[in-house]
T-cell receptor, first 114, second 112 residues
Framework: AQSVAQPEDQVNVAEGNPLTVKCTYS??????LFWYVQYPNRGLQFLLK??????LVKGSYGFEAEFNKSQTSFHLKKPSALVSDSALYFC????????????FGKGTRLSVIA | EPEVTQTPSHQVTQMGQEVILRCVPI?????FYWYRQILGQKVEFLVS????????KSEIFDDQFSVERPDGSNFTLKIRSTKLEDSAMYFC??????????FGNGTRLTVT
């Protein structure tokens, strides 16, 4: 069975500083990895995905994530945080076949302080 | 950009009552999902639906739950006899296959 771990409930970062939100996964076979963001009272919004290819994936709003197979990690990063990035971030995984349900981590609340 | 739409945005019901949550997936998508989220916590998979039948379901999706695609556009989740612990945000999602899931804004279900 696939699973995702987000070890941090909360990440605080100053505006303009780089941010990292951690994610590790467990799946049999090749993973399909995703990051979603949730703003208050809204649904989950797709940020980026890793299916195959380059380990560094670029997504929306300047976010990127690095796939590391040996460490089974898919950390979300951004070089310079904005106050508007403050939200709840979810890492998710699905195994093969690619239309199996997404399994989400418990979420990490990012707070960017001006 | 096409969106998944869910109605109502908020549903209040009494324990033991039936509720139907409605979703209109993106029109060319073939896979449909329901997830729930309790109090801004973990997003939990309930059920997936493809080719007019359930393809997978979680242990949460017991006999009190059912899904239906009554016509070419709607996808509904029915809870037959609601319990207090069914109070949550319910999210519908759709995808074209291995593409990312697109989520609606959710229905907040409050069972009193």
């Amino acid at each position: 069975a696939q699973s995702v771990a987000q070890p941090e409930d909360q990440v605080n970062v100053a505006e303009g500083n780089p941010l990292t939100v951690k994610c590790t996964y467990s799946v049999s076979g090749n993973p399909y990895l995703f990051w979603y963001v949730q703003y208050p009272n809204r649904g989950l919004q797709f940020l980026l995905k890793y299916i195959t290819g380059d380990n560094l994936v670029k997504g929306s709003y300047g976010f990127e994530a690095e796939f590391n197979k040996s460490q089974t990690s898919f950390h979300l990063k951004k070089p310079s945080a904005l106050v508007s990035d403050s939200a709840l971030y979810f890492c998710a995984v699905r195994g093969n076949p690619g239309n199996t349900p997404l399994v989400f981590g418990k979420g990490t609340r990012l707070s960017v302080i001006a | 950009e096409p969106e998944v739409t869910q109605t109502p945005s908020h549903q209040v019901t009494q324990m033991g009552q039936e509720v139907i949550l409605r979703c209109v997936p993106i029109s060319n998508h073939l896979y449909f999902y329901w997830y729930r989220q309790i109090l801004g916590q973990k997003v939990e998979f309930l059920v997936s639906f493809y080719n007019n039948e359930i393809s997978e379901k979680s242990e949460i999706f017991d006999d009190q739950f059912s899904v239906e695609r009554p016509d070419g556009s709607n996808f509904t989740l029915k809870i037959r006899s609601t319990k207090l612990e069914d109070s949550a945000m319910y999210f519908c999602a759709s995808s074209a296959g291995s593409s990312p899931l697109h989520f609606g804004n959710g229905t907040r279900l409050t069972v009193t």
